[in-house]
């Protein structure tokens, strides 16, 4: 089951007031950080500004230990936490503390503060206990003294999705590594110009949240062959951790499975093995590449089993169950693809296959059985890491 409301889709607002009535179309669970520049290139005019443009975000939500919660850390030569989730459980509370927080100067060193916000989402789901969506809205107004583009990729293989709003002599480059998304990203040129980038963010996460997958099979059958690079395959990874945060996770819920394939494939969870957000994150972690050729006919085939009760599939109750073929170059079994993929429609599964750079565009309409819109190709791996947004409206007309 899952909701795609098209007249939900678009939200258009002129006003701050006019985005009150949101709240009941924002989903109700949801941890968010802001990550707040505090170097000293800013004036405390500036600072003064950043604070407003918080707390009219935070007024947004509906905020309490059970819904939305919210947490802020400032960062210059070192990231300070300011509050974190667990701390305050209502909008006003939060609102006197950011207006309380002292603007103090210093370098730019937002990786270091980037790389400090996996543990504060690591304690979000431990305090909360279990994960929800979570979501990082960085500001910044210069150019970082260190390297923002891995621990921005490894808050996104944890499932964080960030924002980055860059002001006046900001990077472009370093905000599109900090989003991963150029949609994701913002620029404006003053401080006081904040408040005309609130409003898109908000509606960004309302797209998010208006098709939000709440029950189903789905398992990932991923080419892991010897074409790919190590950072190829965490561009993998991180679209997969991009698709769990976005479901239901849960026994009675989604489920998920992983088979990764070359010569073989073999089985790196099945659906009913774990049935925590949290923990299938973490599981896509720890995927290991095996390297090899690009057996996909013999994967699609070994694949249908894992849809049976045996594996945890709940085909006899009318789950809708999903396999999504991630794959980068032509099958060297591409005679079997139709026959395979057919078998599993055959049963009830949705194939989707998704190809990157070398695949066949023809060899991924047969696997989807000809259905042109299961069919998604980007040509580098970095292009996988903002698909779901893409993929997203597949996944609801199927559940």
Known sequence: MASYP?????????????????????????????????????????FSDMQKFIIEILHTFRIGPDHVRMGLVKYSDSPSLQFDLTQHSDAKTMENVVKKIIHEGGGTNTGEAL??????????????????SEYLIVITDGQSQDEVKDPAEELRRQGVIIYAIGVKSSNDNELNEIAGDPKRKFFVDSF??????????IREICILEDCKIEKADIIFLVDGSGSIKKE??????????????????????????????????NSSFTLNEIYSKGKVLEALQQLIQPQGGTYT??????SLQYFNAK???????????????????????????????DALRKNGVTVISIGVKDADRKEL?????????????VDNFEGLETLYKKISPALCTVT
């Open 311 to 341: 594996h945890g599939g709940r085909r006899e109750i009318r789950v809708p169950q999903i396999l999504m073929v991630i794959t980068d170059g032509a099958a060297q079994d591409r005679d079997r693809l139709k026959a395979e993929s």
């Open 192 to 201: 006081d110009a904040l408040k005309t980038v609130k409003n898109n963010i």
């Open 297 to 302: 006919g013999a994967a699609l085939a070994y």
């Open 115 to 132: 790389s400090s916000m996996k543990g504060h989402f690591e304690n979000a789901k431990t305090s909360r206990g279990y994960k929800v």
């Open 365 to 377: 309409e047969t696997m989807a059985g000809d259905d042109t819109s299961k069919v998604f190709f």
């Open 232 to 265: 190829q395959f965490k561009s993998m990874q991180t679209f997969m951790a991009s698709v769990v945060t976005q479901t239901t996770v849960g026994e009675n819920l989604t489920r998920f499975g992983v088979i990764l394939y070359s010569d073989a494939a």
């Open 6 to 46: 098209k007249s939900k889709f678009v939200f258009t607002v002129d006003s701050f007031v006019k985005l009150k009535p949101l709240k009941e179309t924002l989903q109700d669970q949801a941890d968010i950080f802001f990550l707040m520049d505090d170097s000293g290139s800013i004036t405390n005019e500036d």
